[in-house]
């Protein structure tokens, strides 16, 4: 049986305040043909569906209309709810959808879900853990001492009863290390420090496949079939280059112990994209040929001296600038014995001289020099 494997949608995410649904209506198009294409019979969300546990109505109207191609492509689809979304929610009318195979997740009530599907090697079972806290899972085993993540997803695995000898899949919403070895994060994630948060890929032996969300970059943790499937696009600039391309994941299960798994590309309608140089440089079209004018553009200009209006000029080449910086003199670190010192024995125009370099990481020229000494012969401060 083929699965496609999918987490991390964040439906109705903004983007340094760039609506991002119409690029999540056309990657999760994308994604349905694939599935189509690929002949998949399931598809498996892992988590952070919405951006928020209160979804904008926009934000509703584009998973109703998602969940409902799928479903006229007879895949059955199962999802379980991330830290961004609200359980109870995501989980309105599960019930109902379960008779035209969309599974959602429950609110967590100590026991999994699972549901179990035939092939003609046998029972597929799948299991589905939404996002779960210690706190969430003490409540159902209040004898046990339940500190941690890794605890809590322990105590539930445990807790529920696999078969070995069949075919497990489960979809998870945690962040998943192997050995104290952790995976690869990018800006756009919401990640605790420390380790309190960490759940051990080992507690996960007993599926044949752990499809996981949480973290934004498609990567294997521990093993090949423990998998965070990552978002579908790319939702910071950490995750541009060439190199970070997003993907979706299908899985063939065949029979016990043989299932292969393939990654294919996804294609965004606008893409992530940092450029650099002197704004001259940025603009000039032999250098970006009309092509990819309309991605999502960080750009970060090298000009030393000031550019009026940069934002706009860089707009009228690229209308989807999301970000400007400056990597020049004046934004390089200064020194700190370049720092004004004994300023009661210096004159008003070597005071500004220093205040000057701190600011602009270079000297005033000498043109420079006898305009603020004329300002300041003007002023009568000059000393």
Do not use: W
């Amino acid at each position: 049986m083929r699965f496609m494997h999918m987490a991390d949608l964040h439906i109705g995410k903004r983007v340094n305040e760039f609506n991002m649904l119409e690029d999540q209506k056309h990657i999760l198009q994308q994604a349905l043909d694939i599935a189509v294409e690929n002949n998949v019979e399931g598809i498996l969300l892992a988590g952070d569906i919405y951006d928020k546990s209160l979804p904008t109505g926009d934000a509703v109207e584009l998973l109703d209309a998602f969940l409902t191609d799928i479903v006229r492509r007879d895949i059955k689809v199962f999802i379980v709810s991330g830290n961004h979304d609200s359980p109870e929610r995501l989980a309105f009318g599960r019930k109902l959808m379960e008779s035209k195979g969309v599974f959602i997740s429950k609110v967590f009530d100590g026991n999994l879900d699972v549901v179990s599907l035939r092939d003609e090697y046998g029972a597929i079972n799948i299991f589905m853990m939404p996002f779960v806290k210690p706190p969430h899972v003490k409540k159902y085993f209040p004898d046990e001492e339940i500190d941690s993540y890794n605890e809590a997803v322990r105590k539930i695995i445990m807790n529920t009863k696999v078969d070995e000898n069949e075919r497990n899949i489960i979809i998870a919403h945690q962040f998943v290390v192997s050995a104290g070895i952790e995976p690869t994060r990018s800006d756009s994630e919401n990640i605790s420090v420390g380790g309190l948060d960490h759940v051990e890929a080992s507690t996960f032996d007993s599926f044949d496949y752990v499809a996981l969300g949480h973290l934004h970059h498609p990567q294997s943790i521990g093993r090949d079939s423990i998998r965070y499937a990552g978002s579908p696009l790319k939702y910071s600039f950490s995750e541009s280059g060439e190199n970070k391309q997003k993907n979706v994941t299908i899985i063939n299960l065949k029979e016990k112990n043989n299932l292969e798994i393939d990654n294919i590309i996804l294609c965004p309608l606008r893409d992530m994209v940092e450029i650099k140089g002197p704004i001259k440089e940025l603009l000039n079209p032999a250098n970006h040929e009309n092509k990819g004018l309309e991605n999502y553009i960080h750009a970060i200009l090298t000009d030393d001296e000031s550019i009026i209006d940069a934002i706009g000029k860089i707009r009228s080449v690229y209308p989807n600038v999301m970000k400007i910086d400056f990597d020049n003199l004046r934004t390089q670190k200064t020194e700190p014995d370049s720092v004004a010192k004994d300023v009661t024995k210096k004159s008003s125009l070597q005071l500004f001289e220093e205040f000057y370099k701190l600011n602009n990481n270079t000297d005033m020229n000498e043109e420079q020099k006898k305009i603020v000494q004329s300002i300041l012969e003007n002023l009568g401060v000059n000393r």
